[in-house]
Nanobody, 122 residues
């Protein structure tokens, strides 16, 4: 089992950047595939990007603007976001699952953090 804690959210102007962190407990962090999701007010939770099998993959809206990196020594995964837009405003969550294939459906991730709010002003 793994526990996740996100941080790094905040208020940023359009065009700005943020780096979100997701710190995981447990000694087998490297066994987990990670995902980032977001949920805006009144919207469904949507896939942002993921890391599995040593590779990253992203939703179309995130390609070219968002990157994911991972530091297994620190049990932490990062979501770097640049060129932020007001429509990127949402609560951002990291999630974990055992496995190595690409998975974009939230229901397939059993472990979730509490989320961190990102607000992009115009």
């Amino acid at each position: 089992q793994v526990q996740l804690v996100e941080s790094g959210g905040g208020l940023v102007q359009a065009g700005g950047s943020l780096r979100l962190s997701c710190a995981a407990s447990g000694r087998t962090f490297s066994n987990y595939a990670m995902g980032w999701f977001r949920q805006g007010a009144g919207k469904e939770r949507e896939f942002v990007g993921g890391w599995s099998g040593g590779s990253t993959y992203f939703a179309d809206f995130a390609k070219g603007r968002f990157t994911i990196s991972r530091d297994n020594a620190k049990n932490t995964v990062y979501l770097q976001m640049i060129s932020l837009k007001p429509e990127d405003s949402a609560n951002y969550y990291c999630a974990a699952r055992i496995g190595s294939r690409e998975v974009r459906e939230p229901w397939q991730y059993p472990y979730w953090g509490q989320g961190t709010q990102v607000t992009v002003s115009s």
